[in-house]
Each structure stands twice: as structure tokens, then as C-alpha cells.
């Protein structure tokens, strides 16, 4: 499978802490996404990574991509109640006869309590 | 609002019967995608078209077909639903290419008997 893995599976935390989820995948990309998705909703983009960057911000979300370990991580700083949701990872291969398809992780399931 | 509309957005069927969900998008976009998320599996790729008149298998095709005869239009098609077909199904188009970011229905809840 080309599956990205998200690590932990479910995550608790108290609101104001700091939330960190990790993504490990298997083949060459193109490049790296985060998705969230609440309970009973689609998925959400969150931010876009490419393979030749190594780090990148948005509001309080940063994300890190290490493509020699073939491992990303998603930070969430100063996290809220509001934040509860499940998170995705999602590769995009980068040649042959996946190119275009985005695959999914299991996700990480992210809840802050007040 | 522009974006996704699946349809129904819940349905019970029974078993050997025929059903074709429904996916619209009216962000003239080239690529969508069709998945599947069971608890526990996260998202799984059913089918894809990367451009109006093509289409392609994805990671679990089988029992499944899809038809792109437009851009807006992207339907899925169980020929004869299974149990093991019970999941909640989304529709996505891609906004860049096909290297951009996903936007994704509120999905179709189905349950087959």
C-alpha cells in the first residue's frame, strides 16, 4: 500500500496544550497533505506541503516534511476545543501509474478538552 | 455555494440491488475521485478521472464502476451491493491539475442489507 500512516491513532489533550501528528509513507511523492475532518463531514484541505520544501506555516498549524525518512509531522500550537477532529496524511505519488491519486492514512484522532 | 454535492446523502438498500450515487461539482474541475472510509481503514480509493471521457481504478475498484461523461459528473455505480459495500462514500475534485489540494463532498452514508 502507499498509504501515508498517521501515529499516534488517537490523541487527548487539554485545550492551550500543543498537539503533534506524525505521517510515514512509503514511496516517492510529490507532495504531502493534512486533512482534518469533523465528526460526520467531509474532509477539510488544511495545508500543502511539496516534496522540496521541509517546513511550512499556516495560522497555528506548522508542518515538516523529512523526505529522507519519508515522514511528515503535524503541529497544532495552542490547541481548542474547537480543534477535536480527525486528522489526515495524504501522499501524492510523484510518476507512473499513480500520478494524480492522493492516498489516505488511517488518521489520527485529535481530542482537546476545555 | 460552490463545491461538491453528493446524492443521497443516506440510503439503506438491499442486497443484489442496483445503486448509483450521485456527484456534482461546479468548480470546472479536471480531476475527481471517488473513496471510501471504513472505521478503523481510513480513506481508500475506489475510482479516479483525471479529465472529462477517462477514468482509471484506484486502490478497491471491484464492485464498482464509474462513467465521466462531463466535467461536472462524476457518478458511482453498484451494480449489485454486497453487505461488505456498507461505508460511507466521498466524492472529491482536485482545484490544481492533478498535484492540487482535495475538496470533498459531506459524503453518502449507505448500508446494504
Known amino acids: 500500500s502507499q498509504q501515508g500512516e498517521e501515529d499516534p491513532q488517537a490523541l487527548s489533550i487539554q485545550e492551550g496544550e500543543n498537539a503533534t501528528m506524525n505521517c510515514s509513507y512509503k514511496?516517492?511523492?510529490?507532495?504531502l497533505q493534512w486533512y482534518r475532518q469533523n465528526s460526520g463531514r467531509g474532509l477539510v484541505h488544511l495545508i500543502l506541503?511539496?516534496?522540496?520544501?521541509r517546513e511550512k506555516h499556516s495560522g497555528r498549524l506548522r508542518v515538516t516534511l523529512d523526505t529522507s525518512k519519508k515522514s511528515s509531522s503535524l503541529l497544532i500550537t495552542a490547541s481548542r476545543a474547537a480543534d477535536t477532529a480527525s486528522y489526515f496524511c495524504?501522499?501524492?505519488?510523484?510518476?507512473?501509474?499513480?500520478?494524480?491519486?492522493?492516498?489516505f492514512g488511517r488518521g489520527t484522532q485529535l481530542t482537546v478538552w476545555p | 455555494i460552490a463545491g461538491i454535492t453528493q446524492a443521497p446523502t443516506s440510503q439503506i438498500l438491499a442486497a443484489g440491488r442496483r445503486m448509483t450515487l450521485r456527484c456534482t461539482q461546479d468548480?470546472?474541475?479536471?480531476?475527481m475521485y471517488w473513496y471510501r472510509q471504513d472505521l478503523g481503514l481510513g480513506l481508500r480509493l475506489i475510482h479516479y478521472?483525471?479529465?472529462?471521457?477517462?477514468?482509471g481504478k484506484g486502490e478497491v475498484p471491484d464492485g464498482y464502476s464509474v462513467s465521466r461523461a462531463n466535467t461536472d459528473d462524476f457518478p458511482l455505480t453498484l451494480a449489485s451491493a454486497v453487505p461488505s459495500q456498507t461505508s460511507v462514500y466521498f466524492c472529491?475534485?482536485?482545484?490544481?491539475?492533478?498535484?492540487?489540494?482535495?475538496?470533498f463532498g459531506e459524503g453518502s452514508r449507505l448500508t446494504v442489507l
Open positions: 472529491a475534485s482536485r482545484g490544481e491539475g492533478i498535484t492540487g489540494e482535495l475538496f
Open positions: 514511496t516517492s511523492i510529490n507532495n
Open positions: 506541503i511539496r516534496s522540496n520544501e
Open positions: 495524504a501522499t501524492d505519488a510523484n510518476r507512473g501509474s499513480t500520478l494524480g491519486r492522493l492516498y
Open positions: 468548480m470546472r474541475h479536471n480531476a
Open positions: 478521472s483525471n479529465t472529462a471521457g477517462t477514468t
